[in-house]
């Protein structure tokens, strides 16, 4: 699988479709303030995926609110929970409650992680994240069939990996 990514001149160039468009993509790791806060949650990488999707959401001029659907690093359960409060999507005392009423964003049911997130694929570490990049798309163009999040516009993608490297990444249909 490849992604293609390109000036939209290039995509009406060579007739590729330039409906998608990236808003922003921040990159960043764990500092030692945050292994050594004490807080469990933010060793296993609450407050690096809380700073980082702060200065994605920055870049993009979005917020939490505005995201339609989402593909997050969910490896376990509790990953799935620590970085849905992470990214804005609930509280942390209402993690429980964000699950159980089945992870809507907008009113949407199943909105984060609409194609089974990283447990659903069978979480190819390194691919991943290209499979939510392309799970995104494929929501934000109508074309996720039998899984499809309706009117998505805006995306976000959030993945980390060892040493607790996180990147967010926000998507738009143009």
């Not at 009113?107 to 995104?136: D, F, I, K, W, Y």
Request: charged share 20%; proline share 2%.
């Amino acid at each position: 699988a490849a992604i293609l990514l390109c000036t939209p001149a290039f995509a009406l160039r060579f007739g590729a479709r330039a409906d998608v468009t990236v808003l922003a993509s921040v990159r960043g790791s764990d500092c030692a303030s945050e292994q050594e806060s004490g807080c469990v949650l933010d060793v296993l990488g609450q407050a690096t995926t809380r700073r980082v999707a702060q200065l994605a959401y920055q870049q993009a001029g979005l917020g939490a609110e505005d995201i339609d659907v989402a593909e997050l690093h969910d490896q376990s359960v509790g990953d799935f929970m620590i970085n849905s409060a992470a990214l804005g999507f609930c509280r942390e005392d209402e993690i429980d409650r964000f699950v159980q009423q089945g992870y809507r964003l907008k009113g949407q049911m199943n909105a984060v992680c609409p194609s089974g997130g990283l447990l659903g694929r069978g979480h190819a570490p390194g691919a991943t994240g290209l499979a939510q990049l392309v799970e995104l798309v494929w929501q934000l163009r109508d074309m996720a069939d039998g899984r499809q999040i309706a009117g998505a516009r805006t995306a976000l993608q959030h993945s980390n990996a060892l040493g607790r490297a996180v990147s967010v990444t926000l998507l738009q249909r143009t």
